[in-house]
């Protein structure tokens, strides 16, 4: 894989509610209309609130849509080098470890709880 990009969980949530500006919706459909990517810990994050069921349907929906990348052995790896070289709290090395094993641009809005990780590349679609 590569040449993508992997949807953390707020820009998950913030383009499924329209609260991106309108650049970042115009980027955000294109990445979408290619099958969003999405680390299994954005899918647990994503669904694991008690919404109501229309909001809750549009968060399956998009899930459903989307290709989750699994905890295999690499990302596990990549997740402890990321926690022993790094202060930073474990669903988000998970994330980070995703997108460095896929070699993926990351789409967060938390850019700064990943920009000390070498070789990551964020995008925050709030800022496009």
Known sequence: ????????????????DDKLPQKGMQFMHKVIDNVPLAPVITKIEVLRYNAPE?????LTDFMADSTVLDLDNQVVDETITICKTHR????????????????????TRNVSDFHHIKGLKVVNPHDL
């Open 1 to 16: 894989m590569g040449k993508g990009y992997l949807i953390d969980t707020n820009t998950a949530i913030d383009y499924l």
């Open 54 to 58: 229309n909001a809750y349907k549009v």
């Open 88 to 107: 930073i709290k474990l669903p988000d090395a998970i994330i980070a470890a995703t997108a460095s094993v896929f070699k993926l641009q990351l789409l």
